[in-house]
């Protein structure tokens, strides 16, 4: 396999704030060509998730929402807005930890994450922004529509930044591939000493999110979109157009399998 | 402050396999020279664990251990090699989890992960690597020689590859850092809304480590250091020479901090 030895990471500028029933892949090839930039064969394109949620209207006026016990509950015991737990309530699947300012949940995509993706960063006041709908469903939509408007063959990846067990800090994560296996997996490979790998699986989709963060940002720099140039020999290289794609499901642990559930 | 808008990842080709004693600042060196490349100011130079390790002699013969009681009865409840188990004791602080071909500890350097780090590949037969002995000291060690002997202002980071909770799959991290923060804190900025973040902290020492990994390889490439540059404005904007680093400390939970022990 040819090697990935040179990646390059361009932020998409010029983007305008993205509203529901937005085209993205329109904005984002006029944002391109006013860039004087092409798309390459074996592109990986990195949305971040709270465009694909606004494009889709998965914004919330808080005022309007009816909060449960439960969200009082909760709310009190936790510090946080009984409506914005109110929303983590209807996105989550399952409670994984509750503590002071902080509700970690399985989503009903089966990402664990903080407060379930429900986000009032870079949205107009009393507002909150979901998860899309279904990221994975997004990301091989906007794979097909850039590969037949363009000609050439992508990978499209949609991110968010979630925090960690045991390290501070939020890192770029993959909630949605298409075009890129989520995991690299080198079991049977031999290494330099000729002994074969034995549980080494790369997460190569996530790694590529935390490459877009650093240029995404986490704030106000509104970079919302990213290619990762480079990785054309996981993107060409690995299709099958025969078989259905896994995505994003690959790597998440089910509940049995996961030690720190 | 200057954004980050484009990166660029560059692996190191050419390094020969390192051995006790190697001074890797001079291999950097003439590899980076014999590439027709140079350092620039900024410039984030991430280094893998292992080739620190082997440099410092951290390879352990395995047929010449003792192994411990201890030792035996958690190889017989995973199904490890025991000599193994018994180096993943010897380097471990305190045990997290054990289940089935897995050991999570908690190293004497602070950090959760698999195995406490110990790793037989990309090493002779019979042979495995530990963690560096101080990967913090080493990146500080290594940024003060690359720093005096090219006259550009850098960062060093070392990177090694851990398994997470909830997701399946190893991705880069970092295990040592300096000239850049471990955690960029954005709290008290304001979002293009206007609101202020209040939570936002953003481990870019790690997402360097993330992308440089994919270049870097999980397993056979050979590619042991890796530049990436585009990210000036965090190795020289947030450089203070006056205050001591917090360093890779910074994103290390303590035990009563973190959810998930």
């Known amino acids: ?28 090839m006029d944002a391109l060509n006013d860039m004087g930039t092409e798309i390459e064969d074996g592109d990986a394109i990195v949305f971040t998730s709270k465009i694909i949620s606004k494009s889709e209207g998965r914004v919330v006026s808080l005022p309007e929402l009816q909060v449960s016990g439960e969200a009082m509950r909760i709310a009190r015991a936790t510090g946080k807005d009984p409506r914005i737990v109110q929303l983590i309530l209807d996105e989550a699947r399952e409670l994984v930890r509750v503590a002071r300012n902080m509700i970690i949940v399985e989503t009903r995509h089966g990402f664990v994450c903080a407060n379930a993706g429900v986000d009032e960063s870079n949205v107009g006041e009393d507002m909150a922004v979901l998860l899309p709908e279904d990221p994975q469903a997004s990301a091989a939509q906007l794979r097909r529509e850039i590969e037949e408007r363009s000609g050439k063959k992508v990978a499209v990846l949609v991110s968010d930044s979630f925090g960690r067990a045991f390290r501070d800090g939020v890192t770029g994560i993959c909630i949605g591939v298409s075009g890129l296996p989520a995991l690299l997996d080198r079991r049977g490979e031999l290494d330099r000493f000729g002994k074969v790998a034995r549980i080494t699986k790369e997460a190569v989709a996530d790694e590529v999110c935390a490459a877009a963060n650093l240029v995404m940002g986490e704030f106000s720099e509104g970079i919302p979109i990213v290619i990762v140039r480079g990785v054309h020999e996981l993107v060409l290289e690995r299709r099958s157009e025969s078989e259905p794609e896994s995505g994003i499901k690959e790597v998440l642990f089910s509940k049995e399998e996961d030690l720190f559930r």
Chains 1, 2 share one sequence.
Do not use: K, Q, S, Y
């Open 1 to 28: 396999m040819a090697r990935v030895r040179r990646l390059e990471v361009i932020g998409i500028e010029g983007l305008p704030e993205i509203r529901e029933g937005d085209d993205l892949v329109t904005l984002f």
